[in-house]
């Protein structure tokens, strides 16, 4: 990892550095953060000719090199005081960043969503989410429709908040791209799907579109988990958020097995913010609540709850495990009382 003096290098200093790595058979990828760039060498960059070149440059400060399967997402990282920026907030920062939403929405009544939508956002949720296109374990049960992405976008347009939606491949990569979508989800199934993590790594890099990565449901382990969102910031965009939503159950009562215990240990790892899903975690609307407060204890930047304004009209996960706007109000409230209390190591 290459930390240039200034923000940024010039477009010729920038060639001087590719030159040196390119001499070695090594490449090298410009990485915008918050407030400068940042460059990672791709290859082996434990050459120690091509390191003492690049460091002898006169605007180069320092040269980083991290041993770890996640350079660029470790906490020693040039990336460390990265902040993930979503519309006009940074998350993690002042509150626990909260997103909303129902899981699926129903493209056959649109106005149920966008009601939804104007509740959440009067309960204080920053950001909206709704499933357009449907990972579903049943092949005969609701996928999706594309009509839903108009909807939510339309929802986006009178509420201004930020929108999350779930893309399975590269043809839905591009709709949510040129839709300007501000969180791509990519959900349990598809957490270590590389070839799929690589696609929105490079066509979101440079955008605004941030990316919340769930943990696999097969029991992704901390560095595994890391790893997976690695390569979307290999590949240019490092706005991703980290989304642990329970893995294969070992209890009977709850959907998954929660996980939110896992967050302080992604932190003591990594610098990428923790939103952690409790509704998939529980599977229940009434343990929501529990879970979401136990989530902001555990050291979590936020949370991405499903929630409907009826969930029994509500299709996908809704009827079992969204919560009402009401609802909503009050673990907002909870979680914003554990956050200013929490114990900070
Ligand atoms: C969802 O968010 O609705 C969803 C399908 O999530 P997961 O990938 O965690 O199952
Ligand atoms: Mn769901």
Redesign the pocket.
């Known amino acids: 990892m290459i930390i240039p003096k200034k923000d940024k290098l010039s477009a010729d200093e920038l060639k001087q550095v590719e030159k040196i790595a390119s001499d070695s058979e090594c490449t090298i990828l410009e990485i915008q953060g918050q407030n400068r760039c940042v460059y990672a060498i791709l290859g082996d960059e434990t050459q120690e000719v091509m390191f003492k070149r690049i460091a002898g440059l006169s605007f180069i400060r320092k040269v980083d090199r991290i041993e770890s399967s996640y350079k660029l997402m470790d906490r020693r990282s040039a990336l460390a005081d990265h902040l993930v920026k979503i519309g006009n907030v940074e998350v993690g920062k002042d509150v626990p960043f909260i997103i909303g939403g129902p899981?699926?929405i129903d493209p056959a009544n649109p106005s149920l969503f966008i009601e939804t939508a104007h509740a959440l956002k009067e309960v204080g949720v920053q950001g909206l989410?709704g499933?357009v296109w449907?990972?579903r374990t049943n092949p005969y049960s609701y996928q999706g429709d594309n009509k839903s992405l108009d909807i939510i976008l339309q929802a986006r347009e009178e509420t201004g908040l930020p929108i999350d939606i779930?893309v399975m491949d590269l043809e839905q990569l591009k709709l949510a791209l040129e839709a300007k979508v501000d969180i791509l989800?990519v959900?349990?199934?598809?957490?270590l799907n590389y070839s799929l993590l690589k696609e929105i790594g490079r066509l979101s890099a440079g955008t605004e579109s941030a990316v919340l990565l769930?943990r696999g449901?097969h029991v992704a382990s901390p560095n595994e988990f890391i790893a997976a969102a690695e390569y979307i910031v290999a590949e240019g965009n490092p706005n991703v958020m980290l989304?642990p939503?329970?893995t294969t159950p070992a209890l009977d009562g709850y959907r998954n097995q929660p996980d939110e215990s896992i967050s302080p240990l992604l932190k003591s790892k990594t610098w990428a913010p923790v939103v952690v899903?409790p509704?998939?975690s529980v599977g229940h609307a009434e343990y929501v609540m529990a879970c979401s407060l136990a989530s902001i204890a555990y050291g979590a930047d936020g949370l991405?709850i499903?929630s409907h304004i009826d969930p029994s009209k509500g299709i996908?996960?809704d009827p079992k495990q969204a919560v009402r706007p009401e609802k909503m109000k009050e673990i907002i409230e909870g979680c914003g009382a554990i956050w200013k209390q929490r114990y900070r190591p």
Not at 187 to 191: I, L, P, S
Request: with cysteine; proline share 4%; aromatic share 0%.
């Open positions: 899981c699926t989410r499933g449907k990972p779930e989800q959900g349990t199934r598809n957490a769930k449901r989304c939503r329970g899903d509704s998939h991405c499903e996908g996960d």
